[in-house]
């Protein structure tokens, strides 16, 4: 079960107890370190400028030193990784992170921190989400909640009976594989179906299919380089009613609301939430996606799962991550 966000009336102790919380990402490091209630008290960003291999891990090191220099009692330092990591090894496979695709980052981290008995925990940045979620945000209160992530890929943190859902080799979550068209396509076996048609990348594909097949368009889509299109401008279109602005989104809508159906039927969660860089402007087609997902799913848990945006935004991996740090305290105690 997740512990509650504070303490009603905390001790001078515990109120100088601080933990850092690290978001890596495939173009970015953001830090921040946190009170034990999830205050943030101090925020770091650090874009990551091409780097890959061993550059990004001093990254990290840098980020950790500098977010710790003013820290009177650090108890421990969650990361959220943008991939698998793997809970026995401590090992990181991040495939937008060149050169990480079996990373040892915590043996490094340890190595790094040995004159210190600081713990290290490290997680995939989807877990981290639905637990920053869980903590502060959307689906507080709940023991059985998801958090889809739709940005450039796709992926999902489950929270069940209270537990982060890892499976067997830490992949669980992976959604972007979630078969969800008819017949096989090539390109599926390199990021999967659902996230080919429908993250943000997907849109940008999606939209430059139909401007290819579509010889008689002529609206505003058609001046664009279409190697430059990107969800923005199909979101930026949409609201015009642009043609094809509108035919990508309801595809994506197909898709987000099978998937979301999917989800309700194995999982009978209390909460689906939202975020991500595609939602975002894609908040709006909630209803749409609902309607959609009402569809194909069992229908007594459809009835009584909640859709709902991310109260966290931005912050809900980072804020995941503080939670993992503050968590291991917490289970030594």
């Not at 933990?19 to 890596?24: E, K, N, S, V």
């Not at 969800?231 to 987000?256: K, N, P």
Request: glycine residues 12%; aromatic residues 6%; negative net charge.
């Amino acid at each position: 079960m997740l512990p509650a966000s504070g303490n009603a009336h905390p001790t001078a102790a515990a109120q100088a107890m601080t933990a850092i919380g690290i978001d890596l990402g495939g173009t970015k490091l953001s830090g921040a370190v946190f009170s034990p209630g999830g205050e943030i008290l101090q925020r770091e960003l650090l874009p990551l400028a091409g780097r890959k291999g061993t550059e990004v891990g001093k990254s990290v090191q840098e980020m950790i030193t500098h977010l710790s220099s003013h820290q009177a009692e650090l108890i421990g330092v969650g990361i959220a990784v943008p991939g698998i990591s793997h809970a026995a090894t401590g090992r990181v496979w991040a495939p937008n992170i060149p050169g990480w695709e079996d990373y040892p980052l915590r043996d490094e981290l340890q190595s790094f921190l040995s004159d210190s008995h600081v713990p290290i925990t490290i997680d995939s940045d989807r877990a981290c989400a639905i637990l920053g979620e869980s903590w502060l945000g959307a689906a507080r209160g709940c023991t059985n909640a998801i958090f889809l992530a739709v940005g450039t890929g796709i992926g999902a943190g489950v929270l069940v009976d209270g537990s982060v859902l890892r499976g067997a080799h830490d992949i669980a979550g992976a959604i972007g594989w979630l078969a969800l068209n008819r017949p096989f396509l090539e390109p599926y076996a390199h990021w999967g179906c659902f996230e080919h048609h429908a993250s943000g990348d997907g849109l940008a594909r999606v939209a430059r299919e139909l401007l290819t097949s579509e010889s008689q368009y002529q609206g505003p889509l058609r001046k664009h380089d279409p190697s430059t299109l990107t969800a923005q401008t199909v979101f930026g279109l949409y609201s015009s009613g642009d043609h094809i602005a509108v035919e990508t989104l309801r595809q994506a809508i197909a898709y987000w609301g099978m998937a979301v159906a999917n989800l309700v039927s194995l999982f009978n969660p209390e909460k689906i939430v939202f975020g991500g860089g595609v939602f975002g402007p894609a908040i709006q087609l909630l209803p749409q996606i609902r309607e959609e997902a009402e569809r194909w799913a069992q229908p007594i848990s459809m009835k009584r799962v909640s859709l709902e945006p991310s109260a966290l935004g931005t912050d809900a991996v980072l804020t995941g991550a503080g939670f993992l740090a503050l968590q291991k305290h917490r289970k030594a105690q």
